[in-house]
C-alpha cells in the first residue's frame, strides 16, 4: 500500500464517521430518546452516552433504598394507601425510597418504592403491609403513561422483605403498562405520575 492509499483509506475513514454523526438526530428536549446522540440534559445518564432500553430486574428493585420521604395521611385528596385493603391513609405510614434522596428529576431509570405500613394505635408506624414500585422508561416506551412502569406485589405474606425489601419481583401480582394505576397517578401535579412531588 503506498502513500495515497493510505490517505484515501484514512479519508473514507474521516468522511463515514462524519457522515455518521450527521445522521444522528440530537434530541433537544433533555431526554434521550433510542437512537438519538445524547445532548447533556438532565434526563442523559452519567457518562453521557445512549441508553439501552431499560428492563426491570430484581438487582433494579432492590437498588431502591434511599428514604426519600415518610408520609401518613391524605396526598393531593387521594386517600388510598396501597396497603391491599380499604384501610384509610391515616392509619397507615408511607415510606417512599428512590436510588436517590430526591426525585426531583427523574431520568429514565429512575425507581420509585412504596412500603406501607398499618400505624400502631399510638400512631406511631406498625407491620409491614406491602411494597409498590415504579420505573421510569426511555422516552416514548409508554407515551400515555409518561413511560412509568408499575409493579404490584401481593399483600398476602408470600414475600420475605428481609431478603427483598422493594418486593419480589417474581411474585408480583402484575407489572407493567398499568391503567389502573396510572390512571389515578396520572391525577399527580405537573403530570410526572409522582405524588411526593406534588
Ligand atoms: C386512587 C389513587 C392511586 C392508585 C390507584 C395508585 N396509587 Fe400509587 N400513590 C397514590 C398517592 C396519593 C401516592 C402518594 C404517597 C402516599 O400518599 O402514600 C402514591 C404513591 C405511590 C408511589 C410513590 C411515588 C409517588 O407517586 O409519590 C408508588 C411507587 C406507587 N404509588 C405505586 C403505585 C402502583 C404500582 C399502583 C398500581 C398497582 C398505584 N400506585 C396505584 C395514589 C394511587
Known amino acids: 500500500m503506498n502513500l495515497k492509499h493510505v490517505t484515501l483509506l484514512l479519508l473514507s475513514f474521516v468522511l463515514l464517521l462524519s457522515s455518521c454523526k450527521k445522521d444522528k ?3 433537544g ?3 434521550v430518546d433510542v437512537g438519538e ?4 440534559g438532565a434526563n442523559c ?14 438487582a433494579i428493585l432492590d437498588g431502591s ?3 426519600v420521604v ?3 395521611g391524605q396526598q393531593n385528596g387521594q386517600d ?5 385493603s380499604g384501610i384509610s391513609s391515616d392509619s397507615t405510614t408511607r415510606d417512599i425510597f428512590s436510588t436517590a434522596s430526591s426525585v426531583s428529576a427523574t431520568p429514565a431509570g429512575t425507581i420509585v418504592t412504596k412500603h406501607t405500613y398499618l400505624n400502631n394505635p399510638d400512631g406511631s408506624k406498625g407491620a409491614l403491609q406491602v411494597t409498590f414500585a415504579m420505573i421510569k422508561h426511555l422516552e416514548g416506551w409508554w407515551p400515555a403513561g409518561n413511560d412509568w412502569e408499575y409493579v404490584m406485589m401481593p399483600n398476602d405474606g408470600t414475600i420475605d422483605y428481609s431478603v427483598t425489601p422493594n418486593g419480589d419481583l417474581s411474585k408480583a401480582a402484575a407489572v407493567g403498562q ?3 394505576c396510572d390512571g389515578c397517578h396520572a391525577l399527580a401535579d405537573g403530570g410526572d405520575r409522582l405524588f411526593i412531588n406534588d
Open 70 to 72: 415518610s408520609l401518613t
Open 178 to 180: 398499568l391503567d389502573s
Open 29 to 31: 428536549d433533555g431526554n
Open 37 to 40: 446522540e445524547c445532548d447533556g
Open 80 to 84: 388510598f394507601a396501597h396497603n391491599g
Open 65 to 67: 433504598t434511599s428514604l
Open 45 to 58: 445518564n452519567t457518562d453521557c452516552t445512549n441508553m439501552a432500553p431499560i428492563t426491570l430486574t430484581q
Open 25 to 27: 438526530p440530537t434530541c
